[in-house]
């Protein structure tokens, strides 16, 4: 089984920065790629960046130039820095990974909790 668990989610005022991890732990063979995903009240669950195995990342457009996706491939570890917050950046925060498990060749994907991010003065 595998487990995604996240954390560093919280209430910053507009202009501030907050710094997402996201722990896969559980039977891992490999993690292909990384992604958040963010879904605020009434919206549907979007992209918000990801990262590949070999380290190639992209953002959505609304993102570009103020958050950075990075890994801790040793720690099965994925981090969203997130600076200049607006607050149209409110939103549930969810990690996702495409992995492999042991003695498996398909990719599965897997899920974290969600994580609250508020964005207020």
């Known amino acids: 089984q595998v487990q995604l668990v996240e954390s560093g989610g919280g209430l910053v005022q507009p202009g501030g920065s907050l710094r997402l991890s996201c722990a896969a732990s559980?039977?891992?063979?490999?993690?292909?790629?990384m992604n958040w995903y963010r879904q605020a009240p009434g919206k549907q669950r979007e992209l918000v960046a990801g990262?590949?195995?070999?380290?190639?990342?992209n953002y959505a457009e609304a993102v570009k130039g103020r958050f950075t996706i990075s890994r801790d491939n040793a720690k099965n570890t994925m981090y969203l820095q997130m600076n200049s917050l607006k607050p149209e950046d409110t939103a549930v925060y969810y990690c996702n990974f495409g992995l492999v498990v042991p003695f498996n060749v398909a990719i599965s994907y897997y899920w974290g909790q969600g994580t609250q991010v508020t964005v207020s003065s």
């Open positions: 990262i590949t195995s070999g380290g190639s990342t």
């Open positions: 559980g039977r891992i063979g490999s993690i292909n790629v």
